[in-house]
Structures are given as structure tokens and as C-alpha cells.
């Protein structure tokens, strides 16, 4: 955060009441709270796992590796 809009806030924030304080720092925290929640419901990589069909377009990773790689040696030894 800036330094210019923290020192904004702290400003706008010293005319409050004690009550209005209390129901500023209530809906800080929720709004902090929901921030980390959103952040951790992110799902990893790893939770993916699986959820495709093996082999995925038809071909074996490995088959799809060693294709690739012969058609690449044989696109350099044409040139």
C-alpha cells in the first residue's frame, strides 16, 4: 500500500467514535478474512490429477515425445 493512501485513511479514520471504529475494524476483518478464503479455494495442480481421459488426444506421452522429436531431426537434416 502507498504510504500516501495509508496516511489518507488514518486521517479520514480520527474523526470516528469508538462505535464507529469497532464497525470499521469489523468489516476490515471480514473483508480480510474473505480475501484469504478466496485465495486458499484455489485448487492446486495436483487436485487436477486424473480428472482427464488417459490418453488425452489419443496418443501416449511418451509415443507423442518420440514423434515429435523424429519429426524435429528429420525437419534439420532436410535443411
Known amino acids: ?3 500516501a493512501i495509508y496516511a489518507r485513511i488514518l ?3 480520527r474523526g470516528l467514535s469508538c462505535e464507529e471504529l469497532d464497525e ?3 468489516a ?3 473483508r480480510k478474512i474473505h480475501l484469504g478464503s478466496s485465495l486458499a479455494e484455489r485448487p492446486r ?3 487436477l490429477r486424473g480428472s482427464a481421459p488417459y490418453p488425452l ?3 501416449d506421452a511418451q509415443e507423442w ?3 515429435t522429436r523424429r519429426e524435429s531431426d528429420e525437419r534439420r537434416e532436410i535443411r
Request: hydrophobic share 30%; proline share 0%.
Open 45 to 47: 495442480w495436483k487436485d
Open 24 to 26: 470499521l475494524i469489523q
Open 28 to 30: 476490515l476483518e471480514e
Open 11 to 13: 486521517e479520514e479514520t
Open 1 to 3: 500500500m502507498s504510504s
Open 57 to 59: 488426444c489419443g496418443e
Open 65 to 67: 515425445v518420440t514423434r
